[in-house]
C-alpha cells in the first residue's frame, strides 16, 4: 500500500489529540527541541495547509510555500488544524495528486514527507500533552518504509532530528520515531 492509501486513517487518530490540548498546555515543552506545545501547534497548522495546497495542486505562498513562517494560531486553533489535516488527507487520496513534480521536487516525495510529518508531529503533541496516541500497524508500516528512504535526507536537511538509537527488536513505531530524530522514550 501507498501513503495515500493510510491518510485518513492517521488524520483521524490524531483528531482527539488536537482537541485533547489544554489552554494551560500550550506553553509546554514539546519534543521538538526548543518548540513549546503552541509553537509545534502553530508549525502543524502552517505546513499542514502548505503540503494541503501542494497535493491539491493549489498556488502555495510565495514568500512562505512551506508554512512555516508567521503566526497561524487563533483561538479556534483546534478546530482549523482538524479541518487542515482533513483536508490534507483529502488532498493527497486521488492517485493524481502524487504525480509529477512541484518546485522541482517529486510529488510522491512531497506527499510522503507529507504523511510522516503529520504522524512525528502528531505524536510530539500527544507526547508533550499526556495524551495517547496509536496508529495502526498498516500505517505504521508504510511510515517506517518512507523513513528508511527519506531519513537520512531529512536529517541532513535539518527537517529531522538526529538519528536516535534504538534496539532493534523495537517495536516498528519506535523505529520510526528514531529515524525523525525523536526518542521514543521522551516524557514531558
Known amino acids: 500500500m501507498a501513503s495515500k492509501d493510510h491518510f485518513h486513517s492517521v488524520v483521524a487518530s490524531l483528531q482527539p489529540v488536537v482537541h485533547g490540548v489544554g489552554e494551560d498546555q500550550l506553553g509546554s ?6 518548540w513549546t506545545v ?3 501547534a502553530n508549525h502543524l497548522l502552517g505546513t ?8 491539491a495542486g493549489e ?5 512562505d510555500p512551506w508554512g512555516t513562517s508567521g503566526d497561524h494560531m487563533s483561538a479556534g486553533w483546534r478546530d482549523d488544524l482538524s479541518h487542515q489535516l482533513t483536508g490534507l488527507a483529502d488532498a493527497w487520496t486521488p492517485a493524481e495528486a502524487w504525480d509529477g513534480e512541484l518546485d522541482g521536487m517529486p510529488k510522491q516525495g512531497m506527499g510522503d514527507m507529507a504523511y510522516v510529518e503529520v504522524m512525528l508531529h502528531g505524536w ?6 499526556g495524551q495517547d ?3 495502526d500497524d498498516d500505517a505504521v508500516a508504510q511510515a ?3 523513513m528508511e528512504q527519506i ?3 531529512g536529517r541532513d536537511q535539518g527537517a529531522f532530528g538526529e538519528l536516535v538509537e534504538v534496539d532493534d527488536d523495537a517495536p516498528p513505531w519506535d523505529h520510526v520515531l528514531a529515524e525523525g530524530g525523536r526518542d521514543p522514550r521522551w516524557s514531558a
Open 144 to 146: 517506517r518504509e518512507v
Open 124 to 129: 510530539d503533541l500527544a507526547r508533550a500533552t
Open 151 to 153: 531519513g537520512k535526507l
Open 133 to 135: 496516541l496509536v496508529f
Open 38 to 40: 503552541r509553537d509545534l
Open 59 to 63: 498556488q502555495r505562498d510565495p514568500q
Open 48 to 55: 499542514s495547509e502548505a503540503m494541503r495546497r501542494a497535493g
Open 29 to 34: 515543552p514539546s519534543p521538538c527541541d526548543d
